[in-house]
């Protein structure tokens, strides 16, 4: 490849490639569906609702926890003062004057009633069990006490009593060396304890209710205003456009790590797409470039024809050329139609069923069909394929990129040099198929671009060469959509190398 004018080729498009019929998209029916049936949602109000719900459960937890904690306390001081209840109702007992002394009882020193609606129940029984007194409504004739403390529903209302069993009498005599001893029954209504649990109940409750709602207008204020520099981002994103491309995500959103992945992605696919639509006007100009240079010499030849007439051999040397003329123009569209074909399969993600093919039998076929222009230029084309090399792929497209590569060898190169075309495989399952030339090699400053679609070093020679400088693109677009790398590696005075690597099982998507 010569230095000064180094160019990409045409690539070999046949008519039957070119009237191939594009591929069709694999329809998802179910994914659209699916999608249709999802509603918009409110990120925030997401947020709002599961940090309400938190801080509601935490304060059900804490009601209940309060509850079993008071009720524990309460039923302890419940019982304390039952306890205390019975002791004195057990005070109450006296013994007579009388020789020997008895017992008897005073009602008037039992203690104050609990409840003025369910009056406090006691029994008193002699140490022989005989009953020394009870009050007014005895206790319940079928209940048992069991243990200290016991409780029992008398007409539906829930009592809890106390039994002192066997106890001594508190009433002092100096004749009675050994006190007597009773058994005290003690019960009181619990209703009113109850009440005071549902009345604390209702009053934790309702504090942490409004400390709910406090709390949750706090939260939907603090998720709101913390989401703001989210608004600010979109909003400024909103902004680009074909004719700005300007985009200055806000400090706060610079700022915040949650937002940080966000906004450098923004940037990044904000870059990709100024890159493309540079590139696309890139490719529409340089095509209608192209097609314009095409249909003004076809233009001028008509127009030197009909200028004034003409012997017939100068009219068929005049049509010969337009023949010639069109040719290239067709295979121009060939190319740009192979082109995106290729590109459209990729984006849209058709899959082809591919065969299994020996990539040495397309490099002979490529340098069959190379093998009259390297002839012709004195040049020896030189397969080197150590070993045979398996991968799924088309024949037609791996023989396509190996005759574009070819053609720009042999075009690129002196008289009387060779051009080596090496097969082989990698480690990682990699195929690898370089070629390789004698020329001068590429400057390093057009490497980067030696892949881009109508790309030349040197644009005067593109007419004596037949090239548009699409060969090479379309090997890039063919190879990629193989899953594979290709590279141009090159040395000043040493030629250039193009190196295609290719995976033996590649996800193909292609044309």
Request: hydrophobic fraction near 40%; aromatic fraction near 6%; charge should be neutral.
């Amino acid at each position: 490849m010569a230095s000064g004018s180094w160019t990409q080729s045409e690539p070999a498009v046949t008519s039957a490639e070119s009237n191939r019929a594009a591929p069709r998209p694999i329809e998802r029916p179910a994914q659209s569906d699916a999608k249709a049936l999802r509603k918009p949602f409110s990120l925030a109000g997401r947020i709002i609702a599961r940090v309400i719900i938190c801080q509601l459960v935490l304060t059900a937890a804490l009601t209940i926890v309060a509850l079993v904690y008071a009720r524990r306390e309460v039923a302890l001081g419940f019982d304390a003062a039952l306890n205390g209840r019975a002791i004195h109702t057990l005070a109450a007992v006296r013994y007579t004057e009388t020789k020997p002394p008895d017992l008897l009882f005073d009602p008037s020193l039992l203690p104050a009633p609990s409840s003025r609606t369910h009056p406090d129940l006691f029994e008193i029984r002699r140490s022989d069990g005989s009953l020394l007194a009870r009050s007014p409504t005895s206790l319940p004739a079928d209940w048992k006490a069991e243990g200290e403390f016991s409780d029992f529903r008398l007409n539906g209302v829930p009592y809890r009593a106390v039994i002192l069993r066997n106890v001594p009498v508190l009433d002092y005599e100096d004749s009675i060396k050994v006190p007597m001893r009773v058994t005290v029954i003690f019960a009181a209504s619990v209703l009113r304890m109850h009440d005071q649990l549902w009345d604390l109940g209702m009053s934790v409750g309702g504090v942490g209710l409004v400390l709910l709602l406090i709390v949750s207008a706090v939260a939907a204020w603090g998720v709101r205003r913390g989401l703001e520099p989210l608004r600010e981002l979109a909003a400024q994103a909103g902004t680009i456009s074909v004719l700005n491309w300007e985009f200055r995500p806000p400090a706060e959103a610079s700022l915040a790590k949650e937002l940080v992945p966000l906004t450098g992605a923004i940037e990044t696919v904000l870059e990709r797409l100024q890159e493309s639509f540079r590139q696309q006007r890139d490719f529409t100009s340089d095509a209608a470039h192209e097609l314009k240079t095409s249909v003004a010499i076809v233009k001028s030849t008509l127009q030197s024809l009909l200028h004034r007439p003409r012997p017939e051999n100068e009219y068929r040397a005049g049509l010969e050329g337009l023949l010639e003329d069109c040719g290239r123009l067709e295979d121009l569209l060939g190319s740009l139609l192979r082109l995106a074909r290729i590109e459209q399969g990729r984006e849209n993600g058709v899959m082809r069923e591919l065969g299994v093919t020996e990539i040495t039998s397309t490099c002979e076929a490529a340098v069959s069909r190379i093998q009259s222009l390297a002839e012709g230029r004195n040049i020896n084309i030189q397969l080197v394929a150590p070993q045979e090399v398996h991968l799924q792929g088309d024949p037609e497209d791996l023989e396509l990129i190996w005759v574009n590569l070819l053609e720009n060898a042999v075009q690129y190169s002196p008289a009387g040099s060779n051009v080596v075309i090496h097969v082989g495989r990698e480690s990682g399952g990699m195929a690898c198929v370089s070629v390789h030339d004698s020329g001068p090699g590429i400057p390093e400053e057009q490497l980067p671009h030696v892949f881009q679609r109508f790309y030349r070093g040197d644009p005067s020679r593109s007419r004596s060469t037949g090239g548009f400088g699409l060969g090479l693109a379309i090997c890039k677009a063919i190879v990629t959509a193989y899953g594979g790398q290709i590279a141009a590696i090159s040395r000043q005075e040493q030629g250039t190398e193009i190196r295609v690597q290719l995976p033996i099982r590649p996800p193909i998507a292609t044309s």
